[in-house]
Every structure is written in C-alpha cells, then in structure tokens.
C-alpha cells in the first residue's frame, strides 16, 4: 500500500471519531498554550488528523489522492521508502509554525486539518507539471492558472480573516512545497 493510501485512511478514520468526540479533538487540536506552556510538541502534527467535518476531510483527502501518488513516487526515488512520508509531515508542521508563533500567546486559537499539508502538496505538483489539468468544480484549469487564483484567494481571505478557515497555512505550505521541490531538483541534480 502507498504511503499516500496510509495517510489517508489513518487521517480519515482518526477524523470521523473525532468528530464524535470532542475529547480527542481537545487532545490533537493546535492549542498554543498546549505547545508553550505543556511541551505537547506533538501538536504539530496531530492537527493535520482532525478535520472540522467531513466536508473538510473529503476536499483535503481527495486532493491529497490526486496529488499525492505523483509527488510519493518522486520523493520516494529522491528520499528513500519514507520520502513523501518526510516530505507530507515537513509541510504539516512547516505550514503551521507562522500561524502558531503569532497565537503562542493566545489560549482562544486553535486550528486542525491537513490542508496545509495537501497544499505543500498541491504545488509541488504544479510546479513539475505547470500545464497539467486541474478541475474546479468541474471547471477544467491549467494547473499554473489555478495556482495564481488559489494564491490570490488565500491571501485575500488571510487579511479578511472572516472564516475560520487558517489562508495562512494554505500558503506557506504551498511555499514549503514549491521549495522542497527546487532544493530536491537541485540537490539531486535534477534541474
């Protein structure tokens, strides 16, 4: 089984009994206070298991599955077995750590999911294959076309900050992707 198959199926059986649960969520969740003040450094990655409802774990597994085989096979050739293991849990906490150091001081913030993580990616993806097709609600895209958009968007909803949907994670896991791609290519003499 690919390690893309076993991030989704443990992400979604972990999701669903969170989500009658509000224990384990309270256990996984981004907390600052949780980080600083108990040392549950796990935090950083256990957020990206949980998802507000399923609506929110099926766009990020989804894309996730879409995505995720093509980039898998690419750093497993790079890293070894483990690569997109290394690579998928490096987006989790590298699109969280802005997001955590400007609420460390503040008890009412939380985040969870993986979307940081499914951006990381997302544009690693785009980024080898700019022309590829990507859908939108069934609206074909080119993938360099839906990444401007998705970057436009995500910045634009970040300053609003008007959901509770973390834009700031969407987009420094897009940068931690697009940069784990290029140092790859040139580290591994692939450019």
Request: no cysteine; glycine share 6%.
């Amino acid at each position: 089984m690919s390690t893309t198959l076993i991030i989704i199926a443990i992400t979604a059986v972990i999701s669903m009994l969170a989500l009658s649960n509000a224990n384990l969520i309270r256990q996984l969740i981004l907390w600052p206070p949780a980080l600083s003040r108990d040392h549950q450094y796990y935090r950083l990655v256990t957020y990206g298991l949980i998802h507000a409802d399923t609506q929110h774990l099926l766009f990020n597994m989804l894309t996730l599955y879409f995505f995720g085989q093509a980039m898998e096979q690419l750093y497993n050739n790079y890293l070894g077995p483990f690569g997109f293991a290394i690579f998928y849990v490096g987006g989790l906490i590298v699109s969280i750590l802005p997001t955590y150091l400007r609420n460390r001081n503040n008890a009412q913030y939380r985040s969870l999911g993986a979307s940081g993580a499914v951006s990381a990616v997302l544009f690693a993806f785009i980024l080898i294959q700019p022309w590829a097709t990507i859908y939108v609600f069934f609206f074909p895209l080119p993938a360099i076309i839906y990444a401007v958009l998705y970057v436009a968007y995500s910045i634009y909803m970040d300053r609003r900050s008007v959901d509770n949907i973390n834009h700031s994670a969407h987009l420094w896991g897009a940068l931690y992707g697009v940069i784990f791609e290029l140092l790859s290519k040139v580290v591994y003499g692939v450019i």
